[in-house]
């Protein structure tokens, strides 16, 4: 079964960085659009970033600017760099084809921006 590990997550101090990562298993996500989800306490998941399989991005409104995502097929990872994080970034984050057709979500990692 295709497994999707996200890591990554911490603590950081609001206008910190993180770098998160989503290793796959199976290859189907190297020729599917990836993205990034996130879901705060309270609230619906939501889509963050996304990437198309030729490399073309597109970012939610709140972290434009902020955050890249970036994909690296030959290792079927998928990657988040978070910068000039804010305490509105607090969520639990997860990766996904886009959209989020697989059934089997990760476990997610947990990003606490906080002073």
């Known amino acids: 079964q295709v497994q999707l590990v996200e890591s990554g997550g911490g603590l950081v101090q609001p206008g910190g960085s993180l770098r998160l990562s989503c290793a796959n298993s199976?290859?189907?996500?190297?020729?599917?659009?990836m993205g990034w989800y996130r879901q705060a306490p309270g609230k619906q998941r939501e889509v963050v970033a996304t990437?198309?399989?030729?490399?073309?991005?597109g970012y939610a409104e709140a972290v434009k600017g902020r955050f890249t995502i970036s994909r690296e097929d030959t290792q079927n990872t998928l990657f988040l760099q978070m910068n000039s994080l804010k305490p509105e970034d607090t969520a639990a984050y997860y990766c996904?084809?886009?959209?989020?057709?697989?059934?089997?979500w990760g476990q997610g990692t947990q990003v606490t921006v906080s002073s």
């Open positions: 990437i198309s399989s030729h490399g073309t991005t």
């Open positions: 199976g290859t189907i996500f190297r020729i599917n659009a």
């Open positions: 996904n084809t886009y959209p989020p057709t697989w059934p089997h």
